[in-house]
């Protein structure tokens, strides 16, 4: 059984930075695309940034500049570095993740979701 366990969530003010990982455990055979939506209350979950398994990268126009999507690769990882917060990126991010474990279909896997809370 796979899962994905997000963790650096938080409360910062605007303009401060924080770092959320996401690692895949479990019987992952191969990870294919990963990445981070957020859902704000009200709102519908919308992507925020993804990454393939070659490294390519793609980001909400609202994050670039500013937030950057990284993976690990061996140890089954992405990462969100985010600076220059601003309030309105203030949200429950989920981490994704496209891939195939033993004995299943590929398919999409979510995190359980970790509160971003940027203040004025």
């Known amino acids: 059984q796979v899962q994905l366990v997000e963790s650096g969530g938080g409360l910062v003010q605007a303009g401060g930075s924080l770092r959320l990982s996401c690692t895949a455990s479990g019987s992952v055979f191969r990870i294919n695309a990963m990445g981070w939506y957020r859902q704000a209350p009200g709102n519908q979950r919308e992507l925020v940034a993804a990454i393939t398994s070659g490294g390519s990268t793609n980001s909400a126009d609202s994050v670039k500049g500013r937030f950057t999507i990284s993976r690990d690769n061996a140890k089954n990882t992405v990462y969100l570095q985010m600076n220059s917060l601003k309030p309105e990126d203030t949200a429950v991010y989920y981490c994704?993740?496209?891939?195939?474990?033993?004995?299943?279909?590929?398919?999409?896997?979510w995190g359980q979701g970790t509160q971003v809370t940027v203040s004025s």
């Open positions: 994704h993740a496209n891939l195939l474990a033993h004995g299943e279909y590929e398919r999409d896997y």
